[in-house]
Structures are given as C-alpha cells and as structure tokens.
C-alpha cells in the first residue's frame, strides 16, 4: 500500500528548487479541475498525531516560501478499511444490502430553479456569498443556499483553525443538506 502527503493548490507554477530541497522524491502533477499537485511519498502510515505534525510542518514551509492558498492532505489510519468484505457473488451481496440505487442517465442530478437547469448538489463559486449550491429541501422544492464569506480564505490546511472552525460551527452534526452550515462544515 502506498502512503503519502499531497499539497493541493490553485493552477500554479511550482518553485520546483525549493521542492527539491526538501523532499527526496515526489511528484508533480495537474489534476482535471485545474490544480496543481504536490505529492510526497511517506515510508509508512501515519496516526493522527503524527499526520496532523507533518501537515503542519509542510504548511509552515509552504507559507516561507510564499504560497498562501492550499490544502495538505495526509493518508492516515482512517483510510485503510479493516473490515473490508469481499463477495464472490452478486447474490450474498444483495442478501446483506440490497438493492442499490444508481443514477443511470444525467438528467436526475439536475432540476429547475427560477426556470434554469441546475446541478443538485454541486458547489460553485457563489454570486451573493463566497460559494452556492442547489439543493432540494423535504418539501421538494430546488433551493439555492448561498454561504461562506467572500472576503475570507479557507484555511483548512491549518490544522488548529480546522479544529476552531468545525467547533465553532458544531460540525460534528452539520444539520440538513437544504442549510448554509451543513455544506460550510462539507469545505472545512
């Protein structure tokens, strides 16, 4: 199994001397909704302690060397399932679970809102507030919430604001999906 840290950050150009200076092997790449990537191979898995010192660790260098907005994501125990079941057959599968429903055509991910097409569920940048989303709220009808704060960063990379943040908002229990908290508490 493969364990490592990856810096995520907006589409930029990476001052690769510094990268090399610091890490003995890693990887550069873009992904498909135009971020740059920096992952760093770890010669073993993390606890929580551990992985949560080396996020921070990596944040400081990243924050000397001029870089402001990012994310580190660490593989950690949390990532490695223990009670993985493996079925031979669709049949025991179907016994335990059931019968999963699945979106077979495109058309089911999006509904009207004041006469548009809209994806349901998916963030983007916002008009009025920092993101929006459309949701349909019990009563089935498309909403649009709007959250977060156009003048703020997310600094999620930051483990002691994370924690702060997800406190402060009791992220813990989010509330409902139709609510600006529950999808605040999704970013942080």
Same mark, same amino acid.
């Given at each position: ?10 589409? #930029? #150009? ?16 873009? #992904? ?10 770890? #010669? ?145």
């Amino acid at each position: 199994m493969e364990y490592f840290a990856r810096v995520v950050m907006e589409k #930029t #150009t990476i001052n690769e001397s510094l990268v090399e200076s610091a890490f003995d092997s890693y990887d550069i790449f873009e #992904t498909e909704q135009d971020a740059t990537v920096i992952q760093i191979p770890l #010669t073993r898995l993390l606890d929580e302690a551990e992985a949560d010192e080396y996020a921070q660790r990596l944040a400081n260098m990243m924050f000397e060397a001029g870089y402001e907005d990012f994310d580190i994501e660490i593989s950690a125990d949390g990532d490695i399932a223990e009670d993985e079941i493996t079925y031979e057959d669709d049949d025991e599968f179907f016994e335990d679970y059931g019968v999963l429903w699945f979106n077979e055509d495109d058309d089911l991910d999006e509904a009207e809102y004041q006469g548009r097409k809209v994806s349901l569920g998916k963030p983007m940048q916002g008009d009025v507030k920092k993101f929006k989303v459309y949701v349909k709220n019990p009563k089935g009808n498309v909403v649009k919430v709007n959250f977060g704060d156009k003048k703020s960063k997310i600094k999620k990379s930051n483990p002691a604001r994370r924690r702060s943040f997800r406190a402060r908002h009791n992220c813990d229990n989010p509330g409902p999906r139709h609510k600006a908290r529950y999808w605040s508490c999704r970013k942080w």
